[in-house]
């Protein structure tokens, strides 16, 4: 199971960028994919989600009508559209697998982890 988030990059408020989850090595249709994030000196915390079974999708109330979790399974990748950006946006942005149904944003749940992705934004 392998994951790699890109699109990270340098924004300015206000700004959106996209970034992106390749997904290798699992059937897609059967793991739920989430996105998190680390700001320096914080915890990792979970943005968004997406389920397996039917699409079904949880965001961060600080990024609601903001972000957008989106999954292609045919490509293996999951999106996340990021519109609006603030500062306290600014983090590495990791996206993680786990085997299931649901959908969750608890860090514990999930067994797989790729490589984050910096963005930060700045004026």
């Known amino acids: 199971v392998q994951l790699q988030a890109s699109g990270g990059g340098l924004v300015q408020p206000g700004g959106s960028l996209k970034l992106s989850c390749a997904t290798s090595?699992?059937?897609?249709?059967?793991?739920?994919i989430g996105w998190f994030r680390q700001a320096p000196g914080k915890e990792r915390e979970g943005v968004s989600c997406?389920?397996?079974?039917?699409?079904?999708?949880e965001y961060a109330e600080d990024v609601k009508g903001r972000f957008t979790i989106s999954r292609d399974n045919v490509k293996n990748t999951v999106a996340l559209q990021m519109n609006s950006l603030k500062p306290e946006d600014t983090a590495v942005y990791y996206c993680?697998?786990?085997?299931?149904?649901?959908?969750?944003?608890?860090?514990?749940?999930?067994?797989?982890w790729g490589q984050g992705t910096e963005v930060t934004v700045s004026s």
């Open positions: 997406i389920s397996s079974r039917d699409g079904s999708v």
């Open positions: 993680a697998a786990f085997v299931g149904g649901f959908i969750t944003t608890t860090l514990a749940e999930y067994g797989y």
């Open positions: 090595g699992f059937n897609l249709d059967y793991y739920g």
